[in-house]
């Protein structure tokens, strides 16, 4: 693992540092920002965020968790100034569960029975809690933002699902858009699936950018738009929930993308030490607006040591 140091982003005065960890096969990127004051908490806190975002999306949340311990953000493969899958892969859901497996074991734990705190977003949320299910030796606190379990399909959707995933494979992804500066940029990415405000978006932009003759592209790979060919069923995704055995909570925004979504409570009652806790904002509650009931809740559970 290497550091770099980068300027303050925090009034606290909390400095960030860029971070990379080659795996076998990537190189992953993010941030550290180191803990504040030394004591008693030595559990670093992992955070992965959502789908077609990066590190970055922590940026108004981290540097309070960070008063007494080291938080690293990272950009999940193909995202942000991660590396990308090679030609022929695509990105699994599965592949991100064992990449976070291969970082917490390399970087955090060294094969022992160190223990690390998780905090995911959307998708970085769903990766979080299937490397809880399957590594419950290393996982102490769980925090799922917005997020509760993968996408699940019935049987009957297998088959189309891959057909058109395959489909898409075989086509591509198109030539890339060309944008003439970053504010541009950063107009597009307020709107889509989960709207985010100006300064929100802007917050994002710098690391999922990259220059180009005439402007700037997207840094991000563009498989990651590509469908999925395989999905959980929905009696997979309560029975992986099932087996986690961490603490764990889920912070529901009240305008997330769950929000309007109905079925969840066989999800909820399925993990048995789950807490759940409901703050207002959208999707991105955790980086767009009046982000404290969110970091109030967190700090609350990950330092709670019962």
Request: aromatic content about 6%; overall charge neutral.
């Amino acid at each position: 693992m290497t550091d770099t140091v980068v300027k303050p982003e925090s009034t606290r005065g909390i400095v960030y540092k860029e971070v990379t960890w080659p795996l076998r096969h990537i190189e992953l990127a993010g941030l550290h920002w180191p803990a504040l004051a030394s004591g008693t908490q030595t559990c670093p806190v992992v955070m992965l965020h959502g789908w077609l975002d990066n590190s970055l999306t922590f940026a108004r949340l981290a540097p309070e968790l960070a008063e007494s311990r080291d938080v690293y953000a990272v950009d999940m493969a193909g995202h942000g100034c991660s590396g990308h899958r090679p030609v022929g892969q695509s990105y699994q859901l599965m592949d991100y569960v064992a990449d976070l497996a291969e970082l917490i074991d390399r970087y955090f734990c060294n094969g022992s029975t160190e223990k690390v705190d998780l905090v995911g977003h959307s998708l970085g949320g769903i990766v979080c809690v299937l490397y809880a299910a399957a590594f419950p030796e290393h996982v102490r606190n769980l925090v799922m933002i917005d997020s509760l379990g993968p996408i699940s399909r019935p049987p009957k959707e297998t088959i189309p699902q891959l057909r058109k995933a395959i489909r898409k494979r075989l086509t591509g992804s198109g030539k890339p858009v060309v944008y003439p500066d970053t504010e541009t940029a950063g107009k597009a990415r307020e709107g889509g699936l989960s709207p985010l405000s100006p300064e929100a978006a802007m917050t994002l932009i710098p690391r999922n950018m990259k220059p180009v003759d005439g402007g700037y592209v997207w840094r991000t790979d563009p498989r990651l738009r590509h469908p999925s060919p395989m999905m959980l069923e929905e009696a997979q995704v309560i029975a992986s929930l099932a087996t986690v055995t961490s603490r764990a909570l889920f912070i529901r925004a009240e305008k997330g993308l769950l929000s309007k979504r109905e079925g969840w409570q066989p999800r909820l009652d399925a993990m048995p030490h789950l807490e759940t806790v409901t703050v207002p904002g959208g999707h991105h509650c955790h980086l767009d607006g009046d982000v404290e009931p969110v970091r109030q809740a967190i700090r609350m559970f990950i330092n709670d040591d019962k």
